[in-house]
């Protein structure tokens, strides 16, 4: 028997709010992040989709949308599990930069080959400067070499590849409903391992805020229908678009 997977990207921060690229910076959902959270609580409920286990990144939006989307769906007793291998993308040293900004200062090309090219990172970050995470006590346990100071997605599904394995996989062999909470990139690489989409075709893929995208699986854990089902589809199209087009 395999279970249900739900992926559920966290909802508007404060910093997809202010247009800036935020990767493992921990920043809040604003007001409209914790509505979307609440309506994919909602959806959970009206479609009776009803996880039996949780699995987030270490992230605060994350974490937020998870508990706030889990009280709606009257599911926030359930296990719960957190690794920073579900964390966003790391964006190096880009993180705390403007988006439309960084579009107008490096060009089209450059920009979207960070944001979206499947083997090119961004510049890497310094250790020590701003908006660096090397000493965050969260990441304490990883060893200094395997602490990422840029990532491309790429290097993300790498990283999140063996958490699928070890700790997600088990919970859907189980028979379980799972739900993953995490980020535009993070689950962007989930998407195209489920879905096996090509280095090129995953540059066009954007992953919506808020809104609960359910996955059937067969018993080699390939998805029942090709790109799962969101469970506002209409929303979800609209959405997307709102993240291709970020910076512009
Ligand atoms: O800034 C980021 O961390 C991500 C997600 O918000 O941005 P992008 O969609 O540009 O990869």
């Known amino acids: 028997?395999?279970?249900?997977?739900?992926?559920?990207?966290?909802?508007?921060?404060?910093?997809n709010a202010k247009n800036l690229f935020t990767g493992w910076v921990d920043v809040d959902l604003d007001a409209k992040g914790e509505d979307e959270a609440r309506r994919g609580?909602?959806?959970?409920?009206?479609?009776?989709?009803?996880?039996?286990?949780?699995?987030?990144?270490?992230?605060?939006?994350?974490?937020?949308?998870?508990?706030?989307?889990?009280?709606?769906?009257?599911?926030?007793?359930?296990?719960?599990?957190?690794h920073w291998r579900l964390n966003e993308r790391h964006y190096g040293a880009l993180q705390g930069k403007d988006?439309?900004?960084?579009?107008?200062t490096y060009?089209?090309?450059?920009?979207?080959?960070?944001?979206?090219?499947?083997?090119?990172?961004?510049?890497?970050?310094?250790?020590?400067?701003?908006?660096?995470?090397?000493?965050?006590?969260?990441?304490?346990a990883l060893p200094p070499e395997a602490r990422p100071?840029?990532?491309?997605?790429?290097?993300?599904?790498?990283?999140?590849?063996?958490?699928w394995y070890d700790e997600i996989v088990p919970d859907l062999r189980a028979d379980k409903t799972v739900l993953v909470v995490a980020h535009g990139n993070s689950l962007r690489a989930f998407?195209?391992?489920l879905d096996q989409i090509s280095d090129e075709a995953?540059?066009?893929?954007?992953?919506?805020?808020?809104?609960?995208?359910?996955?059937d699986l067969d018993d080699d854990l390939r998805p029942i229908t090709r790109g799962g089902l969101y469970l506002d589809p209409g929303a979800a199209k609209e959405a997307a678009a709102a993240v291709a087009n970020q910076g512009r």
Not at 202 to 213: Q, V
Request: aromatic share 8%; net charge positive.
């Open 1 to 15: 028997m395999t279970g249900t997977l739900v992926l559920l990207r966290h909802g508007n921060s404060e910093w």
């Open 41 to 82: 609580g909602e959806l959970l409920k009206e479609h009776g989709v009803l996880p039996d286990v949780v699995h987030t990144s270490v992230l605060r939006r994350a974490i937020r949308t998870s508990e706030i989307a889990l009280h709606i769906a009257d599911r926030h007793w359930i296990p719960v599990k957190r």
């Open 99 to 104: 988006k439309k900004q960084t579009l107008e």
């Open 107 to 140: 060009g089209e090309e450059q920009f979207m080959l960070w944001r979206r090219s499947y083997d090119v990172p961004p510049p890497p970050i310094e250790v020590g400067s701003e908006f660096d995470q090397f000493n965050d006590p969260r990441y304490a």
């Open 149 to 163: 100071s840029a990532e491309c997605l790429k290097d993300v599904l790498v990283r999140a590849l063996p958490y």
């Open 191 to 193: 998407v195209k391992h």
């Open 202 to 215: 995953i540059s066009k893929l954007n992953i919506p805020t808020g809104i609960p995208l359910r996955y």
